[in-house]
């Protein structure tokens, strides 16, 4: 590449695969194999997890070969928190272990997003599924009009990290308008400031599917946040926005001592 050749002084360092922060949760809404293979080409370096999103795995075609492309790439990928909501609901859970099992799934969403489950139930399922899983468990509603106070949410985060969650998933949806985030997408900054005083961020993603969303976490929480539901065609430009070379961001990370050249600086909309 590039950087190694012709490298930039003073870019943020970002830890070598696999990591446990700075993670890039990608979703996949039922891409192909080709699809996938031609994704993996160019951004498999920055991709850290997949998430099939809903239910999109029970319905789409070669799911197995399509797995197998993510396992040649060292890439975890685990089926959306709404599979298990289904499941749940129809008492399957047994059978839902049993599809993980035989398709050799080992990471595993528990979420309540759309359906009514006690947090000690939620707990439970946590605590027994993290014996064979690894667990991540998703906090906050998909539903915008339901919001959660703040310490209710740290509450939440920290008894599931207790039970056995590898990392709690902070809920936005895919559209980035609800959860952690105004109906409009703005950034509900006081509940993040409160999640993270008392939460370690490095055991919590952050769901941004939205370039401005992705910003303020990285110029609030720096490069190495973890950041999910992050659209495919968006891997690579989310990592040059983790990196400063992307005008949203471009002077967040200079090294001390040097001095931009102001005079060289581009006065554009910031999209470059």
Do not use: C
């Not at 839902?96 to 595993?108: A, E, F, G």
């Amino acid at each position: 590449m590039i950087q190694d050749e012709y490298p930039i002084i003073g870019l943020p360092t970002r830890p070598e695969k696999p990591r446990q922060k700075g993670l890039t949760h990608m979703l996949d809404k039922a891409l192909s194999v080709r699809e996938v293979e031609d994704i993996l080409d160019v951004a498999s370096e920055y991709i850290d997890l997949v998430k099939l999103g809903w239910g999109t795995a029970v319905i789409t075609p070669d799911l197995q070969r399509k797995l197998d492309v993510y396992r040649e790439a060292s890439i975890p990928f685990y089926f959306g928190g709404t599979l298990f909501e289904a499941f749940f609901l129809r008492d399957q859970l047994d059978t839902y272990r049993r599809l993980l099992d035989d398709l050799s799934v080992r990471h595993l969403e528990i979420s309540d997003g759309s359906v009514s489950m006690s947090h000690e139930d939620k707990l439970h399922f946590i605590s027994e599924f993290a014996k064979d899983f690894n667990v991540l468990s998703e906090v906050g509603s998909k539903d915008a009009n339901n919001i959660m106070p703040p310490y209710r949410w740290v509450e939440a985060m920290q008894a599931e990290l207790e039970a056995g969650s590898w990392k709690v998933i902070a809920e936005s949806r895919e559209t980035g308008t609800a959860g952690l985030f105004r109906p409009n997408g703005e950034v509900r900054t006081g509940l993040v400031d409160e999640i993270v005083t008392r939460v370690d961020p490095r055991d919590i993603i952050f769901e941004a599917p939205n370039k401005m969303q992705q910003v303020w976490f990285i110029k609030n929480q720096g490069p190495n946040v973890n950041l999910g539901n992050i659209a495919p065609e968006e891997v690579i430009p989310l990592e040059t926005l983790r990196l400063g070379l992307r005008g949203d961001t471009l002077f967040e990370f200079l090294t001390p001592g040097v001095t931009p050249n102001f005079d060289a600086s581009p006065s554009g909309d910031g999209q470059g």
